[in-house]
C-alpha cells in the first residue's frame, strides 16, 4: 500500500515518497509532509537553481543554500525564483 502523507505544498491527502530523500530529520520531516507530486516539483525548481546561480551541487554552500530552498519551497511561503528567472516557453 502506498504510504500517504497530509502534503504541505498542496494541503491534501496525497501519495508520499517511497522513503525519505536524506538521512536526517529534515528528510524525515519532507518524508512526512511531502507528496510525491511536490517533491517532483521540488527537483525541478533545483535544477532551475542550480542553472540560474551556477552551482556547484558538491559545495557546502550550494548545499546549505538549496536546503534552504527546499524549506521555503515546502514549509515556508514557497520559496522565491530569481529576480533574472525568465519562464521558457513551451
Not at 498542496?10 to 538521512?23: I, N, R, S, T, V
Not at 546561480?53 to 520559496?79: D, H, K
Request: glycine share 6%; proline share 4%.
Amino acid at each position: 500500500m502506498a504510504h500517504m502523507v497530509f502534503c504541505t505544498k498542496y494541503k491534501a491527502e496525497m501519495e508520499g515518497l517511497d522513503e525519505a530523500p536524506f538521512d536526517s530529520d529534515f528528510g524525515q520531516k519532507i518524508y512526512k509532509n511531502v507528496s510525491k507530486k511536490a517533491w517532483g516539483e521540488w527537483v525541478e525548481r533545483q535544477k532551475m537553481l542550480l542553472n540560474e546561480y551556477r552551482l556547484q551541487p558538491w559545495t557546502r554552500e550550494a548545499q546549505e543554500f538549496l536546503v534552504e530552498q527546499m524549506n521555503e519551497f515546502f514549509f515556508g511561503e514557497g520559496g522565491s525564483l530569481p529576480k533574472e528567472y525568465v519562464a521558457p516557453s513551451h
